[in-house]
């Protein structure tokens, strides 16, 4: 079966970097977009960015470029995201979710979810 | 960037009641619409993709209607489980966005 794990809770300080893994298993890795959605505290959803496994290439939404990383390691059926320059708006939960066919055609297996606090 | 409208942003129903709840895209999607619906401390479960297709698993009480700007997600029958909180998401061109949410709650 279709599982997605993340990667624990993170605290870090204004200015600091977290990478957050997706670990994935039940399924061809390489085959399916991976997306990444955050949700700050008592409120909506927001697409960050995708990767496709396949090739490593991904799409940022215009607000993160610049301060999100997007890679994948195959060997694994990883995927992370590495989220620079940190603020306290940034506090949030971040989602991975698998795309269940070609291009945001709906997400199907998400992962747990990972809380980011950024705080001094 | 698209724009995506939903309404209302909170609805009061009772189970067994009908509801719709509508989402507007600020340009055509043709159907790049997607339905989510997610409950406190977990993460959103995909209920309806393409506008209208059913997600495998997900009770056929749940339809999804629209094509272009317009579009609609009707419960029929509401259940106990039902009530939680619910976004559209066009996937026509990045950034893939989401709806502001409707929060669906027991009278």
Redesign the interface.
């Known amino acids: 079966q279709v599982q997605v794990v993340q990667s624990g809770a993170e605290v870090k300080k204004p200015g600091a970097s977290v990478k957050v893994s997706c670990n994935t298993s039940g399924y061809t890795f390489i085959s399916y977009y991976i997306h990444w959605v955050r949700q700050a505290p008592g409120q909506g959803l927001e697409w960050v960015g995708a990767i496709n496994p396949g090739d490593g290439s991904t799409t940022y939404a215009q607000k993160f470029k610049g301060r999100v990383i997007l890679t994948r390691d195959t060997s694994t059926s990883t995927a992370y995201m590495e989220f620079k320059s940190l603020r306290s708006e940034d506090t949030a939960v971040y989602y991975c979710a698998r795309d269940l066919g070609g291009w945001a055609a709906g997400l199907d297996y998400w992962g747990q979810g990972t809380l980011v606090t950024v705080s001094s | 960037?698209i724009q995506m409208t939903q309404s209302p942003s909170s609805l009061s129903a009772s189970v067994g009641d009908r509801v719709t709840i509508t989402c507007r895209a600020s340009q055509t999607i043709t159907t790049?619409l997607?339905w989510?619906q997610?409950k406190p401390g977990k993460?959103?479960?995909?209920l309806?993709?393409?506008a209208s297709s059913l997600?495998t698993g997900v009770p056929s009480r749940f339809s999804g209607s629209g094509s272009g700007t317009d579009f609609a997600l009707t419960i029929t029958g509401l259940q106990p489980e039902d009530f939680a909180t619910y976004?559209c998401?066009?996937?026509?061109s990045?950034?893939?966005?989401?709806?502001?949410?409707t929060k669906l709650e027991i009278k």
Not at chain 2, 94 to 101: A, H, L
């Open positions: 960037d790049y997607n989510y997610q993460a959103p479960k995909v309806i993709y393409a997600q976004f998401q066009q996937g026509s990045p950034p893939f966005t989401f709806g502001q949410g």
